[in-house]
């Protein structure tokens, strides 16, 4: 059983071959990191034509489902950002997110079945 770490390595470079073609830079790595206040993070450093993609953070309590939503929802960060300079929710980024299979909405709900095993 591959670590989240892999797994979310894995689903960038599906989607990054079936949905993108390969045009998304190699995968950067991830950073996992113990916090409660975010999922997962995509970090780019420059902007424009020399932006480049950063290794992504994963909260160390995402698991399960969430892992796969939150891979997919990060992977349409990497691309709104990169190929459309939306750094934020907005129509590039929830086209993106469309793309890669991810709910179209930033956040989850209190009581949302992907929290389940979030710790409170
Ligand atoms: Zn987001």
Redo the contacts with the bound molecule.
């Keep these: 059983m591959p670590d989240a770490a892999a797994r979310f390595r894995q689903e960038y470079e599906r989607l990054n071959h079936d949905v993108y073609r390969g045009t998304l830079p190699a995968f950067p790595g991830v950073e996992v990191v113990d916090r409660k206040d975010i999922f997962s993070m995509t970090r780019t450093h420059g902007a424009g034509p020399w932006r480049v993609l950063r290794p992504f953070l994963l909260s160390a309590h995402v698991q399960g489902d969430l892992l796969l939503e939150a891979a997919r929802?990060e992977v349409a960060?990497a691309a709104a950002l990169l190929f459309d300079e939306d750094e934020d929710?907005g129509p590039a980024w929830q086209e993106h997110a469309r793309r890669c299979g991810a709910r179209q909405i930033?956040t989850l709900d209190d009581g949302d079945p992907l929290r389940k095993d979030w710790p409170a």
């Design positions: 929802h960060h929710h930033a």
